[in-house]
């Protein structure tokens, strides 16, 4: 009896260790590269690195299991998620029409979103789309393409903020909460407050949702929410006192990446884990997280505003003269706001077989003044994701693997 009590001990033991995240190896191979990172390791604090990154090994049958390292992630430690929160958004606005069940409603049905709050704007249509009209899946392709504010703030106020907090709860991302649109200037009554939305097929009415009030705070501990010595208000006057991220939208790291190996390898998680999406669902979602904005055609966009790479921070760092890689895509979701850079990526090369996640944040704010657009992200920021991007993918292509990988569920048709 005792035997086994100890081996079973053992056996826990053995796989508590196993799924620890490893502290130390991002720190060396950052360390070992001086010329690239040096001057991001004499200031980790001070740029605010966070960085996750974890290795894909397949079994036989192709299915996945993972293995992850850490830089300085710290939960506890606010950084601004600015547009990475709209990778969840996307996916539980898809779970939502499923979990409807409503005969006639798709993606695809038009959105006609209405008013009943005061600040809240109404939307009939939509130029960008191949027949002028708004739909969930029109305002997907725009947020994973560009990262369009307003796509995404329609995408909220058609789940509603109860509900994206509480399917964030639902999925184990307990350090995050989704509080806000974007680039609006909400906050307050008006972010509990979401419009009524109708949806049509053709000019037949298929469901009628009522504006929505969320009374709930979702209140975390957090550090580093009073920062910097000055910031810009609403009229471009510099108000000399710390900026405050409090009641901002959070979205960590790890959340942030348990979400994207979620949506990338269902496979990996029970059944009653994984994202309550169809094939086509996820066929949509994997085409515009890789597509570049230059091979769009609704939307169509000017390649000098939206360059191939413009979405691409890690591994490309936005490099408008990016040399692109056609065996590599990128499915990622970035965000860029108050000098934060942040990239959530699954990045793959199927020439290769390399298949790895990366998730990481860097800031770079020299005068301290937040809110006045001058933030080094040309000479700090997109060097070093463009960089660690890199590094991962020189090391993923000579690490041993017991089993090459089947990557193509990942190839999609761009045209």
Known sequence: MYKTILSLLLLISANTMAQQTDTVFLKQLLESKPELFSGILKHPNKNEVQVMYTQVNRDRNNKPSFKTFSYRVNPQHYFYPASTVKLAAVIFALEKINELKVK????????????AFKGQTPVTKDETAANGKPSIAHYIKK??????????????????????????????????????????????????????????????LVYSQPAQYDPNNYPLELTNLIVGIGYMDSKEQLVNKPYSF???????????????????MPEAFAAKDRF????????????????????????????????????????????????????????DKYGDSYGFIIDNAYIVDFKNGVEFFLTAVVQSNEDGIYNDGKYEYETVCYP??????RSIYEYELQRKKAHQPNLSKYVMNYK
């Open 276 to 331: 309550n999406l169809s094939p086509a669902d996820y066929q949509l979602i994997y085409t515009y997280m890789s597509k570049l904005p230059t091979e769009s055609d609704f939307p169509k966009y000017d390649a000098k505003e939206f360059w191939p790479t413009y979405a691409k921070m890690l591994f490309y760092g936005r490099d408008k003269n990016a040399v692109i890689d056609p065996n590599i895509r990128i499915f």
């Open 104 to 115: 006639g409603l798709n993606a695809y049905s038009t959105m006609i979103t209405d008013t």
């Open 384 to 389: 070093f994701m463009k960089n660690l991007g």
């Open 246 to 264: 409090e009641n901002k939208n959070v979205f960590t790291i790890k959340d942030q990446q348990s979400l994207m190996k979620r949506l990338m």
């Open 143 to 204: 947020v994973l393409l560009t990262s369009d504010n307003d796509a995404y703030n329609r995408l909220f106020e058609f789940i509603g903020r109860a509900e994206i907090n509480a399917k964030l709860k639902k999925y184990g991302m307990t350090e995050s909460r989704i509080l806000n649109r974007l680039a609006i200037g909400d906050g307050g009554e008006r972010e509990k407050n979401t419009n009524p939305i109708h949806f049509y097929n053709g000019d037949v």
